[in-house]
C-alpha cells in the first residue's frame, strides 16, 4: 500500500531564501507525481507533474525533481516570497485516484 | 470554460441531518472525483466517476455516503444522517479523460462541511 510522508510539516522562513520541500513515498511503481499548493478557502492548485519517466519538471520559481528508486520527490523554491505561503501538497496515483501526504505548511515572513 | 464550482461553500448542519453537496465540473472532462480532507488530515479519496462506466467507490467510508453524476457533467455527493466526524472540507476534482494516469486534476475551491 503506497504511503506518502511530507517533511517537515511545518516550514517558517524569511522572504527571499530558496528553500526545499520534500516528500518521499514507499511504493517506487508509480505513474506520476503531482505537488500542489492549498491556500485556504480557494481548494488546491497543481503546481507540477512530473511523469515517472522524467527526473524534474520547472515552472518559473519552482523546481520539482523525482528519484523512483529512492521514493522521493523535492520541491525547489527559489528567491521566496510572502505570497509563497501555503500548504504544499505531493500527491501520487496509484490508480486514478490519489494518494495525499499530509503537507507542508510553509509561512515566508517579509 | 470556468474551473470546477461548488456549493456551498460552507454548510453547517445538525447530526442526523442529510446533506447534500455540489459539484460542477470544468466542461468536457469526463473524470470527477471527490476527496475530503478532515482537520489536521491530508486528503482522503471519496468516490471516482470515470465517462460512462461505473463509479469507483470504494473510498467512501459507510453507506451513509452516496454519490451521483448526471449526464456526464454535475455531481452531487450525499451524506444521510450525519455525524459529528463527518466534518471536513469535501473537495471535487475533474480531469480531462477517463482511466487517465497521467491528466492534472483540477480541484474546486471545497465545501466546508460542519455538523453540529
Known amino acids: 500500500k503506497q504511503e506518502v510522508t511530507q517533511i517537515p510539516a511545518a516550514l517558517s522562513v524569511p522572504e527571499g531564501e530558496n528553500l526545499v520541500l520534500n516528500c518521499s513515498f514507499t511504493d517506487s511503481a508509480i505513474y506520476n507525481l503531482q505537488w500542489f499548493r492549498q491556500d485556504p478557502g480557494k481548494g488546491l492548485t497543481s503546481l507540477l507533474l512530473?511523469?515517472?519517466s522524467q527526473r524534474e519538471q520547472t515552472s518559473g520559481r519552482l523546481n520539482a525533481s523525482l528519484d523512483k528508486s529512492s521514493g522521493r520527490s523535492t520541491l525547489y523554491i527559489a528567491a521566496s516570497q510572502p505570497g509563497d505561503s501555503a500548504t504544499y501538497l505531493c500527491a501520487l496515483p496509484p490508480h486514478y485516484q490519489l494518494i495525499w501526504g499530509a503537507g507542508t505548511k510553509l509561512i515566508i515572513k517579509p | 470554460g470556468a474551473g470546477v464550482s461548488q456549493s456551498p461553500s460552507n454548510k453547517v448542519t445538525e447530526k442526523g441531518k442529510d446533506v447534500e453537496l455540489r459539484c460542477d465540473p470544468i466542461s468536457g472532462h469526463t473524470a470527477l472525483y471527490w476527496y475530503r480532507q478532515s482537520l489536521g488530515q491530508g486528503l482522503e479519496f471519496l468516490i471516482y466517476f470515470q465517462g460512462n462506466s461505473a463509479p469507483d467507490k470504494s473510498g467512501l467510508p459507510s453507506d451513509r455516503f452516496s454519490a451521483e453524476r448526471t449526464g456526464g457533467s454535475v455531481s452531487t455527493l450525499t451524506i444521510q444522517r450525519t455525524q459529528q466526524e463527518d466534518s471536513a472540507v469535501y473537495l471535487c476534482?475533474?480531469?480531462?479523460?477517463?482511466?487517465?494516469?497521467?491528466?492534472?486534476?483540477?480541484f474546486g475551491p471545497g465545501t466546508r462541511l460542519t455538523v453540529l
Open positions: 476534482a475533474s480531469s480531462p479523460r477517463s482511466f487517465s494516469r497521467t491528466d492534472t486534476q483540477y
Open positions: 512530473i511523469q515517472s
